[in-house]
């Protein structure tokens, strides 16, 4: 994945700020490679981050990934 670009980046935060100001919350899977993600410490791959009106996590399997999304949209 290539960084995002300085609009990219402005673009984000701009976004997330508002949709936080509007009390909308935004949910990311993160998929990384296998090999990446087993570098990780498993307290840190295993738990959710926030990040303004974002919260994300950390996976290595798309159908991990799938099912943490769906519980999120399903409550």
């Known amino acids: 994945m290539t960084p995002f670009t300085e609009e990219e980046s402005q673009w984000i935060v701009e976004y997330w700020l508002s949709e936080e100001s ?3 919350r ?3 899977a ?3 490679d ?3 993600f087993a570098s990780i410490p498993a307290q840190v791959a295993s738990q959710e ?3 303004a ?3 994300y ?3 290595d399997q798309t159908d991990d990934a ?3 999304l769906l519980q999120r949209f399903r409550s």
Request: glycine share 4%.
């Open 22 to 24: 509007r009390g909308q």
């Open 57 to 59: 996590r950390l996976f």
């Open 49 to 51: 981050a926030t990040a």
């Open 26 to 28: 935004i949910y990311a």
């Open 66 to 68: 799938e099912a943490w």
């Open 34 to 36: 296998p090999a990446a």
């Open 53 to 55: 009106a974002l919260t």
């Open 30 to 32: 993160v998929l990384l």
